[in-house]
């Protein structure tokens, strides 16, 4: 039987989904990326059993008010506090194994995660290099792609994707984790203090490793050592080893190693893990294989936007190199409907506002004026948020002394009515920021 290759359309809907069930909700540049390798034209051969499956996943993750972070937290926190407090029903032994217990298990696992997660903190951050093995094994997997360039682009992808959210993810996935750990902590520290306060338990103690009571007992000493210090609870005396203990002591000694050992390591490592979260902004990566991706994911959803010189004749050659501009930056489709200049002095009320983005066009060797160009801002900053305006500063006849100088300028005016200016050279068709002017674009 011949297995058909999994698609991206599959792939990109199940990690969609799988973001959307972890944090809420993707931001709007990783949702349309999402989408774009989602079209079923983008492959041929794919998986539809996985494809209709995460179709069908994807709806509802996104739009049940149930399925979300705090639902999930709470589920943690309350199914292991429950776990927590019914593993004490288990151990009702007469006889306890001072050395190979449930609580030692922990203990050792606390160390060994802490260990690895403060290890993790000083190894070089290479989710990019995840590219170089995928683009291989993709390419050897779907040959019923239909364009070469999406076998090249599918890898560098979901590298993207690893490089803008894995440490998102990381933190997401300690957050979980911690809470828990914590959860079950409590659940047992809980259980131990009723067992220690309220029933009257006794047992007789046995070893693996060590048979020496008085071995075992400093064995003891030296790993409860600090709880004896920070807490009002003492080591109990190893009695003979056939003759039967009180648990109380140990119990509340267990519960107090709980606090120090277990609890207050997680809790600390909970509040760094919100706090680097609560800080954490995507961003996009700076290497250039990304840059011809950028171009790659707009060829289908082509950029459009009106654009008003403002007492400026534009020329035919300038007015192609925008056009060309805007192509490199947002795909082949992208075009600039270029408008009747607007003559010097006109307000706001001769610019015809629709749905696209609206574009003022100054020339770089005019000044900043308040009284004329302020008029003008302030009244398009009414409606930024139907059609996004920004001023273009064409500074094609300016020497590079002065283009920084008169950008600054025009830039100041422009964030004073909240709207975002870029600098462009139309004689060359580039602009001086291309990463900000792509943001803009595709917010």
Known sequence: MKHRPISPHACARVLLAADKLLAGRFTKQQEQVAEQFAKPHMADGFSSALSVWADSLLPKSAKSGWLNARFFIWVTILGFLLMGLLSQALGSGQSVNVILNPFMALLVWQALVLSFWTFSLFLPQSGNQFAKFLRPLFTKWDRHWAKPQQVDNWPRWLSWTLHTKSQLWQLQGQILLNVAFISFTFGLLIGMAIRGLA???????ESTFFHDPVQIQAFLDGLFWPVQQLSPIAVPR???????????????????????????????WLASTLLKKARWIPEWPSESPFDELRRVWRQESPFHARIHPYSYNVSAERMANGGALLSHLFGSGSRLEWQTPLE??????TVELADEPTII?????HTPEEEIHGQLLRQLNRNKRKNRPALWVDVADLSPNQRSERLVAWDQMAKAYGL????????????LDPDRLFAWGHP
């Open 238 to 268: 190893l009695g003979p080893i056939n003759e039967p203990m009180p648990g109380r002591d140990w119990f509340l000694l267990y519960a107090w190693a709980s606090v120090f050992y277990l609890l207050l390591p997680r809790l600390i």
């Open 361 to 365: 066009l100054v020339k770089g060797l």
């Open 420 to 431: 975002a200016s870029f600098g462009v050279d139309l004689a060359a068709g580039e602009c």
């Open 344 to 349: 010097w002095g006109a307000d706001a009320t």
């Open 199 to 205: 029933q009257n338990y006794a047992f007789h103690w």
